[in-house]
């Protein structure tokens, strides 16, 4: 069910807000139980010791867990169902989401469950506050059922970088859901929660949605408060919504958007209002689609999806035309600059002092300060450390950082200048469908260039959308995203609630029972 009918199904008494969380939280408990007997993840958490980095793996191989959470929030999920239930029972007139429940990316920080950014860092963190988008859900009655995997800090793309494991894909059990927020996309796809919240710094929500055949919107820079949502590059981080369609997606982008003091970068008044957004027409709309992204190592079966999406939205009464988006070839040097500079600088915090890993080590201070750090990092987060460091440090700092923010700036006036034009851009997600576990991540450069279709967004503070739109000849999703100007969701949410009211994608699921399917793979063929 999508999040909005499980809404209506507890607003029309068919179940309680209790039974919906129990049903959830049932299976995402086998799944957390198949992931910890495989990987040893049980005896590795009691001793404080990392999880096998390939979590989910059964020793004999015969099953295979999606691992999509690290957290399971059982007892705070059935005591915030039975006080939503209150307010219902008592006539209260609450959000459509109220009592429907809801997994949280495990970096946003939840007050008294412990929030890991999949860190070793971070792996007793609890935090004394909530994120503001926390409190949003709660005060909308929402259920949170558990906190999702990612890669350590959001920093990857395959959900392989995590200290608890990577997840897999619930289209099929060999291949990455996609990254950083491949917890919550699993979550999704695997049915262990009716919709999530992710964060999108370079691509995060919609190529995960893509790889698992969701919709995902990556809202406006400044739109939704990131007080809570650890750091890791302050100037492109943006949480956002991921579901099953555009209305489950919307819906939950308008409990968490809206201004909040506590983030000096928030500046929308109030929140986003989809009520006049959904079952509209298109005549109107502009869709530009920018050619020269279909010549740059894609694969033939994403290209020809989202080309035939182009079909589909013309004859749904969209003018549709092509032309080209200069920077494209830029997007990534200047993004891996920016994101990496922002993070050395995030990741300073984390010195074995305040809070978060402390190694037993130390002889001295510089000593806690490094081993610390050395020991609590993993391998890409210190990478990105070092990449980042170089980078402003001084010498290179013209040559690279500022360099990169011309280069930005470059980048969001070819936006702006497509923008008089059309309404929307139309784009690919990733160049591929969902790789093989293991496929890249020894080769970081080659998973750095896949970032090519999302990251120019987050350089610009623009607001996209990831949606499915076909399959390839593996079995497995191909996304779309629209691309707005600032601040354009609704037309965003408008335009893809047309495309899912004309197509079936979207309500493709995972074949067979994911766990312990036999062969691994619940892919449709
Ligand atoms: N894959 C990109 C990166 O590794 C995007 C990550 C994100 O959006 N959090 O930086």
Redesign the pocket.
């Known amino acids: 069910m999508s999040a909005l009918e499980i809404g209506e199904g507890i607003k029309s008494r068919e179940f309680s807000c209790k039974e919906a969380a129990e049903s959830y939280l049932a299976a995402a408990k086998i799944d957390r139980a198949a992931a910890a007997a495989n990987s040893g993840q049980a005896v590795a958490a009691k001793e404080g010791q990392a999880a096998a980095a390939n979590g989910g793996q059964a020793a004999d191989g015969s099953s295979l867990a999606v691992n999509a959470y690290v957290t399971i929030m059982e007892e705070e999920a059935l005591a915030q169902a039975e006080a939503v239930q209150k307010r219902i029972d008592s006539g209260e007139v609450l959000h459509p989401l109220a009592g429907v429940p809801v997994a949280v990316k495990d970096n946003i920080c939840t007050k008294g469950t412990k929030t890991t950014a999949a860190s070793r860092m971070l792996n007793n963190f609890i935090p004394p506050y909530d994120a503001t988008v926390i409190q949003r859900l709660h005060s909308a009655g929402a259920v949170i059922i558990g906190k999702t995997n990612l890669?350590e800090y959001?920093?990857?793309?395959s959900t392989e970088t995590s200290y608890y494991g990577v997840t897999r894909n619930p289209w099929n059990l060999e291949t990455v859901p996609g990254?950083?927020?491949g917890g919550s996309a699993a979550a999704v796809a695997a049915g262990f929660a009716p919709y999530a919240l992710g964060?999108?710094?370079?691509?995060?929500?919609r190529?995960p949605c893509s790889f698992c055949n969701l919709t995902g919107i990556k809202p406006t820079y400044g739109s939704v408060s990131r007080y809570g949502l650890m750091a890791?590059a302050s100037s492109l981080?943006q949480i956002g919504t991921m579901g099953r369609n555009i209305r489950d997606c919307a819906e939950a982008l308008s409990v968490i958007s809206g201004y909040d003091e506590k983030d000096s970068t928030s500046v929308m008044k109030e929140a986003f209002d989809f009520s006049e957004s959904f079952g509209k027409n298109i005549k109107e709309l502009r869709i530009g689609v920018p050619k020269n992204y279909f010549d740059i190592g894609i694969s033939e079966d994403v290209k020809a999806s989202v080309l035939e999406a182009a079909k589909t939205f013309e004859s749904l009464g969209a003018s549709v035309e092509e032309f080209e988006i200069p920077t494209i070839e830029y997007a990534v040097p200047a993004?891996?600059i920016v994101?990496c500079a922002e993070a050395s600088s995030n990741l300073s915090r984390y010195d074995g002092i305040k809070y978060g890993y402390r190694s037993g080590d130390a002889k001295d201070l510089l000593e806690i300060f490094y081993r610390s750090r050395s020991e609590g990092f993993g391998k890409e987060v210190k990478r990105r450390i070092m990449l980042g460091s170089f980078v402003l440090s001084s010498g290179y700092f013209d040559a690279y950082y500022k360099k990169a923010l011309q280069v930005r700036g470059l980048i969001k006036k070819s936006f702006d200048d497509a923008f008089e034009k059309y309404d929307v851009i139309l784009s690919p997600v990733s160049p591929t469908t969902a790789y093989p576990i293991g496929g890249q991540i020894e080769d970081p450069l080659a998973?750095?260039l896949a970032?090519i279709y999302?990251?120019s967004i987050?350089l610009s503070g623009l607001p996209a959308v990831a949606l499915p739109c076909g399959f390839g000849k593996d079995g497995m999703p191909v996304g779309m995203q629209l691309i707005g100007k600032a601040f354009s969701e609704k037309t965003l949410v408008k335009a893809a609630d047309e495309y899912q009211n004309h197509t079936d994608y979207h309500k493709q699921m995972p074949g067979a029972a994911v766990i312990g399917s036999a062969d691994g793979k619940g892919g449709q063929k």
């Open positions: 890669d959001a920093m990857g793309g990254g950083s927020s964060s999108d710094t370079g691509g995060s929500i190529q890791y981080d993004y891996y994101a998973m750095y970032d999302t990251v987050n």
